[in-house]
């Protein structure tokens, strides 16, 4: 029977990665082009029957590179993006189906078909071209008209040359027909989604290929439109310290998603600089349908925290802390006063998103013996992209009874005075190495003689096996450890699976590990701390199922979007000889 936690949905916005490549260096492919035109014309003066002199560089070159410089002009003057790259690549790309379709049928004993090949092939590039641009520059099909015509029509003339001016009305006549049919293409493209969310697809793809080119933020406006309004606890611990900074512990039940600087990727971070340069933004329980739509959202996440820090009561008591296990999950729990610290793994097994009801299952169990409660996913165990642990599932359960067990010892533990330190260490990793640009953070808490480290790295999850080598490490400094991570999903720009530890090694690590543990000893001083649970209220997130709903009618259309295109195609070919032979 299949687990409840694997559902199998949330995995399809991982798969959109595939379709996505870069361009290569436009002198190469303006290289290729001359080739091509070059290899054109010596076959056809070795064939000498029929040759049309120097035809394969007027024929094919000059058109394809007469595109490649006007093409980004032409996009940018009316508004829409390319790139020179990929401007000399769709040149390059078209000029190729040009070659196919006019030499297709050359071995036929009817000497005047190749005008007509050629004909039709000036409509398959006009065609391929249109839905490229609209794809990659811009939705709005009217605007690309004339880029999408330039390699064609510079063809034509070329042709009509050679050709006389007939073929430059059956050009004309084919490119109203190929663009007839690219019309009926793009129709049935956008069906899905335009019936399931009421947004264009061609849109959705602009603004995600905007988005990886330029950083453009143009998918945010794309996702207010499928976005809708929630309401979520948040909860905090705030050490205040005599002669120190003070220090603010937040876990936020929203997801810092979906990728690279999209919607709220960068919720740790952002967070992190509106509270103060000693906050430590957690994981809590959110999964990908908490994504924000914007950064700007964060803006009444950091206006809760405030808020409930003015109603904090603080106390100079703290638990020491102790670890809580059922079946294959496992919390390292402290209490403060009346707040109460939960960080749970299933390290060695997986860790993944926890949905937000578990969350709330766990506080409202754990407020019978304290009133806030700071529940954090530590995320940091990775072995690949999975599906988030769902309500009513064995595994929820197991977070359930071990965070209930957790409760009821620490409320049951002698209290002690105690003393916090914080430290911030950035690293020489990259986001592309799985490190984001928080880099670690530590939170150090003695109580009498023990010594407990939470250690914060900003990235999304940890490499299995990753935590232990570190936590191993850093008992030798500290009595009691964690690791985490914020989650954050700017480290993932085309990919899910970017752990902690997976481009970097473990041993590389424990150094920036271990000076921030120490620098966090270091700072340690006398301090009292106090819980406070804020409602973030009317954040816009993506909405339930949103992103598995979007990225599943995503992969379906392009499953059948190549198949589609080439049957239009070819019956816009099939109807063009047909067109030719009525002429005739």
């Given at each position: 029977m299949k687990n409840l936690t694997e559902k199998g949905s949330n995995n399809a916005l991982e798969d959109l990665s595939r379709y996505i490549f870069a361009a290569?260096?436009?002198?190469?492919?303006?290289m290729i082009i001359i080739l091509f035109g070059i290899v054109?014309?010596?076959?056809?003066?070795?064939?000498?029957?029929?040759?049309?002199?120097?035809?394969?560089?007027?024929?094919?070159?000059?058109?394809?590179?007469?595109?490649?410089?006007?093409?980004?002009?032409?996009?940018?003057?009316?508004?829409?993006?390319?790139?020179?790259?990929?401007?000399?690549?769709?040149?390059?790309?078209?000029?190729?189906?040009?070659?196919?379709?006019?030499?297709?049928?050359?071995?036929?004993?009817?000497?005047?078909?190749?005008?007509?090949?050629?004909?039709?092939?000036l409509g398959v590039v006009f065609s391929v071209r249109l839905i490229v641009l609209a794809g990659i520059a811009d939705y709005r099909m009217s605007r690309m008209v004339p880029a999408a015509a330039l390699q064609s029509m510079a063809a034509a003339v070329t042709g009509t040359y050679y050709f006389g001016m007939d073929f430059l009305y059956f050009v004309l006549a084919l490119h109203l027909l190929f663009g007839c049919g690219v019309l009926l293409f793009i129709w049935l493209v956008e069906r899905p989604l335009k019936k399931n969310f009421h947004v264009s697809a061609l849109h959705f793809i602009n603004a995600f290929i905007a988005h990886n080119t330029d950083g453009d933020k143009a998918l945010d406006d794309?996702?207010?439109?499928?976005?809708?309004?929630?309401?979520?606890?948040?909860?905090?611990?705030?050490?205040?310290?005599v002669g120190r900074r003070d220090i603010t512990f937040t876990v936020?039940?929203?997801?810092?998603?979906?990728?690279?600087?999209?919607?709220?990727?960068?919720?740790?971070?952002?967070?992190?600089?509106?509270?103060?340069?000693?906050?430590?933004?957690?994981?809590?329980?959110?999964?990908?349908?908490?994504?924000?739509?914007?950064?700007?959202?964060?803006?009444?996440?950091?206006?809760?925290?405030?808020?409930?820090?003015?109603?904090?009561?603080?106390?100079?008591g703290a638990t020491a802390s102790r670890r809580y296990t059922c079946g294959t999950v496992d919390i390292c729990a402290q209490g403060f006063g009346d707040s109460l610290l939960l960080v749970a793994t299933r390290s060695p097994e997986m860790t993944e998103d926890l949905e937000y009801a578990i969350g709330l299952a766990v506080m409202a169990e754990c407020q019978g013996h304290y009133r806030h409660v700071a529940f954090v996913d530590a995320h940091n165990c990775m072995m690949d992209i999975t599906e988030p642990v769902v309500t009513g599932s064995l595994t929820a359960y197991e977070y359930w009874n071990a965070a209930q067990e957790a409760s009821v010892g620490r409320a049951a533990a002698p209290v002690s005075a105690f003393e916090a330190g914080s430290a911030h260490q950035t690293v020489p990793f990259t986001r592309e190495e799985g490190f984001g640009d928080l880099g670690i953070m530590a939170l150090v808490v003695r109580v009498e003689n023990q010594v407990t480290a939470y250690v914060l790295f900003d990235g999304n999850n940890v490499e299995h096996g990753v935590r232990e080598v570190l936590r191993n490490h850093l008992l030798t400094v500290v009595d009691e450890c964690?690791?985490?991570?914020?989650?954050?999903?700017?480290?993932?720009?085309?990919?899910?699976?970017?752990?902690?530890?997976?481009?970097?090694?473990?041993?590389?690590?424990?150094?920036?590990?271990?000076?921030?543990?120490?620098?966090?000893?270091?700072?340690?001083?006398?301090?009292?701390?106090?819980?406070?649970?804020?409602?973030?209220?009317?954040?816009?997130?993506?909405?339930?199922?949103?992103?598995?709903?979007?990225?599943?009618?995503?992969?379906?259309?392009?499953?059948?979007?190549?198949?589609?295109?080439?049957?239009?195609?070819?019956?816009?070919?099939?109807?063009?000889?047909?067109?030719?032979?009525?002429?005739?």
């Open positions: 290569p260096a436009w002198p190469r492919s303006v054109i014309d010596g076959a056809g003066f070795i064939g000498g029957r029929n040759y049309l002199l120097v035809f394969g560089f007027l024929g094919y070159v000059f058109p394809a590179l007469f595109a490649f410089v006007l093409t980004k002009p032409c996009v940018e003057g009316v508004g829409g993006k390319i790139t020179w790259n990929r401007s000399a690549l769709l040149a390059m790309a078209c000029m190729v189906f040009q070659v196919i379709v006019s030499l297709l049928l050359t071995f036929l004993p009817y000497p005047n078909f190749y005008s007509v090949l050629f004909a039709v092939a794309f996702f207010m439109e499928v976005g809708e309004d929630v309401y979520v606890h948040q909860a905090s611990i705030f050490f205040s310290r936020p039940n929203l997801h810092p998603g979906p990728m690279g600087e999209i919607g709220g990727a960068n919720l740790p971070k952002v967070l992190h600089d509106m509270l103060g340069p000693d906050t430590f933004v957690a994981h809590g329980c959110a999964t990908h349908d908490f994504n924000l739509i914007s950064e700007s959202e964060v803006t009444l996440m950091a206006d809760a925290v405030k808020t409930s820090r003015r109603d904090a009561v603080f106390s100079e964690e690791i985490m991570t914020t989650d954050s999903h700017v480290v993932n720009t085309l990919s899910g699976r970017n752990p902690v530890g997976y481009r970097v090694t473990a041993e590389d690590i424990i150094p920036y590990a271990e000076d921030v543990v120490r620098a966090a000893v270091a700072d340690l001083a006398p301090a009292e701390a106090a819980g406070g649970t804020g409602w973030v209220e009317g954040v816009t997130v993506f909405g339930s199922n949103i992103i598995s709903r979007l990225a599943s009618t995503v992969n379906a259309v392009l499953t059948f979007v190549a198949p589609l295109g080439v049957a239009i195609l070819i019956f816009a070919f099939l109807l063009s000889i047909v067109a030719y032979l009525v002429l005739l």
